[in-house]
Nanobody
Framework: QVQLVESGGGLVQPGGSLRLSCAASGFTLADYAIGWFRQAPGKEREGVSCISSSDGTTYYADSVKGRFTISRDNYKNTVYLQMNSLKPEDTAVYYC?????????????????????WGQGTQVTVSS
């Protein structure tokens, strides 16, 4: 069974850090580009970051650039999202998914329609 499971969310104060994990089962994560998305209450799900399968090229939304880092450990079949200098506006449910758009990752990585195998999400709350 193909499955992605997110973990690592929680409650953190502004300025704090969290590391989210996206663990795969039933398939080899290294074969896919992986995206992280987030959805805050009443808002659309938005792309946060993505890492390619081929050479590890990374992409970030402007709102998280310089604060978040995406990485992958192919031996552990896991992708990570290190989140530093967290802000209240980072509060959301965070999801990972596999990119299925073939070519065009640099242009399409933020578009939900090109992703499959969504995990159940992990809640991140940034509050004092």
């Amino acid at each position: 069974q193909v499955q992605l499971v997110e973990s690592g969310g929680g409650l953190v104060q502004p300025g704090g850090s969290l590391r989210l994990s996206c663990a795969a089962s039933g398939f080899t994560l290294a074969d896919y580009a992986i995206g992280w998305f987030r959805q805050a209450p009443g808002k659309e799900r938005e792309g946060v970051s993505c890492i390619s399968s081929s050479d590890g090229t990374t992409y970030y939304a402007d709102s998280v650039k310089g604060r978040f880092t995406i990485s992958r450990d192919n031996y552990k079949n896991t992708v990570y999202l290190q989140m530093n200098s967290l802000k209240p506006e980072d509060t959301a449910v965070y999801y990972c998914a596999t990119y299925s758009g073939a070519l065009g990752l640099a242009v399409r990585w933020r578009q939900r329609v090109f992703y499959n195998n969504w995990g159940q999400g992990t809640q991140v709350t940034v509050s004092s």
